[in-house]
């Protein structure tokens, strides 16, 4: 048998090779990145609290916090075996900032395209790498995430200039990873964000950079119960290593569950040279604000006396929380004694800081990004969408959610909804998409009520929230920050799953139809998947719903998410390949462990489902056109047969 298999391999990459040379697609040797990960409940004692208190509730991937880090290339096949070992939590993850396009299974959101894995379980993530940047896993279900389950995600592109030019300016890379840290867990959260009477999570405890923090409450009476006596800065504080006289990329990640953050080091400034994957023309910053699930490279000048060490902070933007602290550490210097030497930040409620550094970041070379072509004056938009955010109360229990032009976005439900979409739109007798009816699906309204500008004080619509785009179709959606049941405005995150949007237009206030646009920026805006939207404010996107399947487009924040911030983006599901056999009933997914997605090995299922037919209404990619960096949309989907068939020849099939 293994002989058999060792000759199938070399078939498989021979047949590779020669598709290469036939399609004139040079032969990339792109690589198997394989990851074993184990999940496993933990108490926070001993050697694993991160913050002094001994006595949390924690869900960790091999006993790290944060989890490990993913690296791999462009074109790379990354395959993951999650081991859920807890008894009593469902795990699903997903890949925030990785774009899966055309791999419409491969996100790992339970209930919109992915399932929920239930405990005891082994499952398989099987996808390309598809675009580069900084990136990070983490915990979908309920709140998990806030137990621990994330980690970074760093995806290089060799083959692009830009990426080459940015490397020959710094000697060394680190990540800053940001967490905000509750001691209670993330079940006990969930159970009080839906009780009647509603319990808020009120201010986490501590706040962590690479997974250290201190518990103020233990720093103050180290010898309380539940306190590590040893609560020093040199044991619970990170200290990220430098050398004099370098230059460093600081690769900064926001997996916060809740708060948005202002980072800062003591005399270094920093220069902007990435945000969320896109580069930005620099720009020098003695700050940064970071929100919920936005992520940031910046170059940092060691400059300062060796053997010395600088404070790193991080204060919370726009709410109440404690000061995340690590420390800069030049050669083998102690941890900084003094707090008067902590580098100075914005104010906690500054209004105008946070929307006067993203009206500064623009991107560089517009024409080389995704989807430029939207941004042309002449182009035609599709859809003009305003969503209206709010807190209102459920009718039918009373239960305090949130909504989206009053309507409530849950998916609790046994077949994920990229599956039901498929179905629908495969029933014989059901209309051709988009007229297709999604069963138990909302379709959300594309403007708020006429009546109540979105602030109903209670809402009738609660369940899986739906838009319903064409392959191709070009959206303007503008995100108005209403407030909250008691009127108050928060600083709101929005994260589009399976695409990036390119920021077009901010204000402040209500957004007007008439007169907004014309301010809008169509020269140089910045493309992102995660975008902020201030206090009172309003944000306008604009992208191509280019992605077939079921993508989210959610509140990054975790605790409005589940409370039903946000709405399931259906593109095109009558141009899906049939789901994976695992992805047909979740309940079946989560109990059999014969199903293709909980199997003892990777089977032939679990390769990664690609979809290359390209949309009728987009025009085939002119000669002339500048080249993105990674080829064109035709090199690409060729790349990618190439890579599932070399993927092919390395895998073990699951044995029947």
């Not at 929307?355 to 500064?360: E, G, I, K, Q, R």
């Not at 390209?614 to 500048?626: A, E, G, K, L």
Request: glycine share 8%.
């Amino acid at each position: 048998m293994r002989k058999l298999r060792r000759e199938i391999k070399l078939v498989v990459v021979a047949v590779s090779f020669l598709l290469g040379l036939i399609l004139h697609v040079p032969f990339v040797s792109s690589a198997i990145v394989a990851r074993h990960h184990t999940i496993r409940p933990r108490r926070s004692r001993n050697s694993l609290s991160p913050d002094c208190y001994t006595d949390k509730d924690m869900l960790l991937v091999n006993d790290e916090l944060p989890g490990p880090t993913i690296r791999a290339n462009v074109g790379d096949t990354i395959q993951i075996k999650w081991v859920n070992e807890s008894p009593d939590v469902g795990v699903s993850i997903h890949y925030h900032g990785l774009r899966m396009k055309d791999q419409p299974y491969s996100d790992g959101t339970g209930g919109a395209n992915s399932c929920v894995v239930g405990p005891m379980q082994t499952f398989f993530h099987t996808f390309v790498a598809d675009n580069a940047g900084t990136h990070y896993w983490v915990g979908q279900t309920s709140l998990n995430r806030m137990d621990g389950l994330q980690g970074a995600i760093i995806i290089e592109d060799p083959s692009d200039p830009e990426e080459q030019a940015l490397k020959e300016q710094y000697d060394d890379e680190r990540i800053i990873f940001l967490q905000d840290w509750y001691h209670r867990s993330g079940s006990s959260i969930r159970t009080g964000l839906d009780s009647v009477p509603f319990i808020w999570l009120g201010d986490a405890q501590s706040f962590l950079i690479n997974g250290k923090g201190r518990y103020e409450g233990c720093v103050s009476n180290p010898n309380a119960a539940l306190c590590d006596p040893d609560c020093t800065a040199e044991k619970y504080l990170s200290s990220v290593s430098v050398e004099a006289g370098k230059t460093y990329l600081f690769r900064i990640i926001n997996a916060a569950s809740l708060v948005a953050v202002n980072l800062a080091i003591a005399k270094h400034s920093m220069t902007v040279v990435r945000a969320d994957g896109t580069y930005v023309e620099p720009l020098i910053l003695p700050n940064l604000d970071v929100n919920v699930g936005q992520r940031y490279s910046v170059l940092i000048d060691t400059a300062q006396k060796p053997n010395t060490s600088y404070w790193i902070s991080a204060t919370i933007r726009h709410g109440r929380g404690v000061q995340g602290q690590a420390y800069l550490q030049y050669g083998d210097a102690m941890p900084p004694s003094n707090v008067l030497d902590m580098p100075t930040h914005i104010g906690q409620d500054d209004t105008e800081a946070g929307p006067s550094l993203d009206a500064s970041l623009r991107s560089k070379n517009v024409d080389n990004l995704p989807n430029s072509n939207i941004l042309d004056g002449s182009t035609t938009v599709d859809r003009s969408i305003v969503v209206a955010t709010t807190e209102s109360r459920y009718e039918v229990d009373n239960q305090l959610r949130w909504t989206v032009n009053n309507v409530s976005n849950s998916i609790l439900t046994a077949t994920p909804v990229i599956t039901m979409a498929y179905q629908a739109v495969n029933d014989e007798d059901e209309a051709a998409w988009p007229d297709t009816d999604i069963r138990t699906t909302i379709v959300v309204p594309d403007m708020p009520s006429l009546q109540d500008d979105g602030l109903s004080a209670q809402h009738s619509q609660q369940g899986i929230a739906v838009y319903k785009f064409v392959q191709g179709d070009v959206i303007d959606l503008v995100l108005q920050n209403t407030g909250t049941f008691d009127g108050a405005a928060q600083l709101q995150s929005w994260h589009l799953h399976g695409h990036a949007v390119y920021v077009i237009g901010q204000g402040m206030g209500y957004f007007d139809m008439e007169t907004d646009p014309m301010n809008f920026n169509l020269d140089n805006p910045l493309l992102r998947d995660t975008v902020s939207v201030w206090p009172s404010g309003w944000t306008a996107v604009r992208f191509v719903a280019d992605n077939v399947g079921a993508w989210p487009f959610q509140s990054a924040m975790a605790p409005y998410q589940v409370m039903g911030l946000g709405v399931n983006i259906i593109t095109s599901p009558d141009r899906l390949p049939p789901p994976p056999p695992g992805l047909v009933s979740c309940f079946q997914t989560s109990t059999d462990p014969n199903d293709s997605q909980v199997c003892d090995r990777i089977s032939e299922t679990s390769s990664p489902t690609i979809v290359t037919t390209p949309s009728p209404t987009q025009s085939p990619v002119s000669p002339t056109s500048p080249p993105t960096s990674g080829g064109t949309h035709q090199e690409r989907g060729w790349l990618q047969i190439v890579s599932i068939l070399a993927f092919w020849a390395s895998v073990s099939w699951c044995e029947i």
